[in-house]
C-alpha cells in the first residue's frame, strides 16, 4: 500500500512545524505540496530528509512553488508543465516513483487561480488548464498509475461550494473554469475522492476571513486525479481535515488517496 497525498501549505516555512507534526503522525509515501512560496535554497530541506523522504522542488520566491516529497527512490521528470516557456511561475514538477514492484507517476500541481475574470488573468488560467489536458492525453499514452495532484483552483460542481450563487462569479467556479476542469477528466482520468466519496459538501479549502472555518463554509479546489491504471489499485481517499484545526494552519487541508502497489 502506497499514500499518497496533496496539501497547498501556504508558506512551507511558516507553517514547518504543522508540517512535520503531520509527516511524523501520517507517514504517507508521498507528498505533493504547494504554494511552498520559497526558492530552492530557502526549502527546509534537513527536517524533511531527517524523517526519510528524498525531495523534489521547483521554488519561487515569496509566491507558487510546488514540491514532492517521498519516502521511495524517485527521478524528475519535469520541473514545469511541457508546452509554457521557460519564465512560466513554478507550478507543477512530475516524478516517477519507485513504489516496490510498481512505478506511480506522480505531479504536484498549482493551478492559477484566474481572478479577476475580465482580465487575461482568466485567459491565462484557461490556456493553463488545456495545456494540462495535452499533457495529460500524452502521459496516459503511457498506460501506467499516474497521480496528478494539487490546488486546481477549480470547484467541479454546485456541491463542492458552500454558496453556489454567491460565489457563480467566481473563477473558480465559472462555467469555463468547470468545463476545462471536466475536459481534463475525460481524457480518462477518475477524481479518487469522487470515486469513493458521494456525500456533498465536503471541502479542502476554508477561508481566513468571517469564520468560514469555523461554519465550515468552504470550498473543494484540491484534487487527485488518477489515471485508469491508478484507479484499478484505488483502496481509499479522503480529505484530512484536522491541519486546518490546529494553531496558524494554511487555509486548505490535505487530501489523500491509498493505492495497493
Known sequence: MIRIASWNINSVRMRIGLLMEWLRQGKPDVVLLQEIKCLVDGFPRLEVEDL????????????????????????????????????????????IIEAGPKIVRVASLYAPNGNPTASDKFTYKLAWFDRLRAHVVNLLAHEEP?????????????????????WKDDALCRPESRAAFRRIIHSGLTDAFRALHAEPHRYTF????????????????????????????????????????????????????????
Open 52 to 95: 526519510g523522504y528524498n525531495l523534489a522542488i521547483v521554488g519561487q520566491r515569496s509566491y507558487n512553488g510546488v514540491a514532492i516529497l517521498s519516502r521511495h527512490p524517485m527521478t524528475v521528470e519535469a520541473d514545469r508543465l511541457p508546452g509554457f516557456i521557460d519564465d512560466e511561475p513554478a507550478r507543477y514538477v512530475e516524478a
Open 146 to 166: 499516474v497521480v496528478l495532484g494539487g490546488d486546481y483552483n477549480v470547484v467541479p460542481s454546485d456541491d463542492d461550494v458552500y454558496d453556489p450563487i454567491g
Open 206 to 261: 476554508w477561508d481566513y476571513q468571517a469564520g468560514r472555518w469555523q461554519k465550515d463554509e468552504g470550498l473543494r479546489i484540491d484534487h487527485l486525479l488518477l489515471s485508469p491504471q491508478a484507479t484499478d489499485l484505488l483502496a481509499g481517499a479522503d480529505i484530512d481535515k484536522e491541519p486546518r484545526g490546529k494553531d496558524k494552519p494554511s487555509d486548505h487541508t490535505p487530501v489523500w488517496c491509498d493505492l495497493e502497489v
